[in-house]
């Protein structure tokens, strides 16, 4: 007897109608594999201090393999801590000015740990509105009830604490990654100390360009330290490598330990990435002026952008966003420059949820005043017309 036909609906056929509806919408996305000696002059990378490929940074993590070989053979728990990990995180936390650290394999994962592990079912989190997708998956996953407040207004986050009386915790961004505007911390600390509220402050992109010799956003608010404020940092941007922590005190650091599931179910970082980030640390300690050269090549674009009659973000750290005027043109707008030589980054929805297209340029310290120029009267020229 012939077989029936197989009649059983595609279960997977939902994904070719979303990605036909992304494809009129402009919002496809493709990786797109670099050579290891890319010609093109990059401001879409987030390595600030321009540690990703120093010579001490690189000797750094092929010592470490060398040492320690090349995995962490096991979550932090079991067999993936080792003592380069403890020194990173005894330095982390002695250069922000924190009582204690704890090293993630990303810093996606460290903050969804300190999320997840200060709040709870009972728990209020007040997020801003522009937070990093990192921040608003933890509050997902944490189960919490959630309040999404204005962006960087301590007033709303007063307002969302108003007469609750549990646990309470304030979460944002230190520099927003996609425009580069600073977070208000002294007045969040302010609002969440007259709640009694704990502050969770991320400074992915403050870590190395603010603060003094770069020690980052919550030093330079005079957070560091505080027993009510917990930071987490990246060490794949200021420290050229990969990884993130969390730094708190060191009773937060313990609860961390024992319960945060992105830590304790998750495979150590390697050790060639925290021998990495340790050398990179120690640079930044030996030549702080790193900091204050990314500030100003930030500002330097800024000008020379705005001076072109582009519109564009005034930089709190070393980001500089540049408005388009709708995400086919900033599609465009990236892949001119790249044919110009010159990589910059390309948001678009749901990247930026207000709806507003933008090419995203990072400032490096290592850059000259000839490259920012250039890179400037590139993105000029090849603008689209609005």
Known sequence: MPQEPDRSPDPFGWIEEQRERRSRA?????????????????????????????????????????????????SRLVTGSTELHAELEAELADFCGFEAALVFSSGYTANLAAVTALTGRDALVVSDAANHASLIDGCRLARARTAVVP???????????DGFDGRALA???????????????????????????????????????????????????????APDVVATVTLSKSLGSQGGAV?????????????????V???????????????????????????ARVREAAGRLYGRLTAAGLEATRPDAAVVSVRAPSPEAAVRWAADCRAAGLAVGC??????????SRLRLTARADLSVTELDAAAATVARTAPAV
């Open 265 to 291: 179910f998750d495979t150590g970082l390697a050790p060639a990435a925290a021998g990495a980030a340790l050398a990179a640390l120690r640079l930044l300690r030996a030549e702080p002026g790193r900091a």
């Open 26 to 74: 402009g919002l496809v996305r493709t990786l797109r594999p670099r050579p290891a000696d890319s010609p093109l002059l990059d401001l879409a990378g987030n390595d600030y201090l321009g540690l990703a490929r120093h010579p001490v940074t690189v000797a750094a993590a092929r010592e470490a393999v060398h040492r320690w070989g090349t995995g962490a053979t096991g």
């Open 151 to 161: 962006h960087a207004d301590p007033g709303a986050v007063g307002r969302a604490l």
């Open 347 to 356: 948001f678009r929805p749901p990247s930026v949820p207000d709806g507003v």
């Open 247 to 263: 730094l708190g005190p060191a009773g937060v650091i313990d609860h961390l330990v024992n319960t945060a599931r992105s830590f």
């Open 171 to 225: 979460v944002t961004d230190a520099v927003f990654s996609v425009d580069g505007d600073a977070a208000p911390l002294p007045g969040l600390a302010a609002v969440c100390r007259a709640h009694g509220a704990a502050l969770l402050v991320d400074d992915a992109h403050g870590l190395g360009v603010l603060g003094d010799g770069g020690r980052g956003a919550p030093y330079a608010a005079g957070l560091s330290g």
